[in-house]
């Protein structure tokens, strides 16, 4: 019985209070004590947050670099060059575009049907009590989600990367032309 003692109800102290002059004591005495508010620093401001991220907002100014060359004075020439170099990594707007285009053909209709799968096979199986087997819907699932997966690979490689010429309707010429660039790119690293 010793081992339960903790269980014991023990009769509380009466409350005693001081007398004092004024109405009444203060029923909670520590929680009318006024304490000042804790010291805040202010916050500086996230100096990243407040420049614009790469990508959004207004395009940063470009400045010309001028190539250092000992002994050929500045002529038309290298002003061909300087601009050739600030724009061989970018791809023209059109040429994005195109693939953006591509894209959203190549990932969404394989995309929509496999979606469209899910309430077919729910329909099977609830409304017809057709029994079909849990592999099958996983199955054509992998199969209609992986293609929206190449999809996205094939929408850039079948757009014509040249900014003049549109390309096929389904691109199949210029995707054998691609293909290697692309492949090339990935594994090269983007060296020439």
Request: aromatic share 12%.
């Given at each position: 019985m010793e081992s339960f003692a903790f269980l014991r109800i023990y009769p509380l102290?009466?409350?005693q209070t001081a007398p004092s002059s004024h109405s009444s004591p203060p029923l909670f005495p520590l929680l009318l004590r006024r304490h000042p508010p804790p010291l805040r620093r202010p916050t500086p401001p996230a100096t990243a947050a407040l420049k614009s991220p790469r990508g959004f907002g207004p395009a940063p100014q470009k400045t010309k670099k001028?190539?250092?060359?000992?002994?050929?004075?500045?002529n038309e020439d290298d002003d061909e060059e300087e601009e050739e170099?600030?724009?061989?990594?970018t791809i023209?707007?059109?040429?994005?575009?195109?693939?953006?285009?591509?894209?959203?053909?190549s990932v969404g209709i394989p995309l929509a049907f496999g979606l469209l799968f899910f309430p077919f096979f729910y329909y099977l199986k609830v409304v017809s009590k057709?029994?079909?087997p849990t592999w099958i819907p996983f199955l054509v699932s992998?199969?209609?989600?992986?293609?929206?997966?190449?999809?996205?690979?094939y929408g850039i490689v079948s757009a014509s990367w040249d900014p003049l010429r549109e390309g096929s309707l389904?691109?199949?010429?210029?995707?054998?032309?691609?293909w290697p660039v692309f492949w090339q790119s990935?594994?090269?690293?983007?060296?020439?």
């Open positions: 102290a009466p409350l001028r190539l250092k060359r000992k002994s050929s004075p500045p170099s600030e724009n061989e990594g023209p707007e059109v040429v994005t575009n195109r693939m953006m285009r591509r894209m959203g053909f057709i029994d079909v992998f199969f209609f989600f992986g293609s929206a997966l190449l999809g996205v690979s389904l691109g199949w010429n210029e995707a054998r032309r691609n990935l594994w090269g690293g983007g060296k020439k």
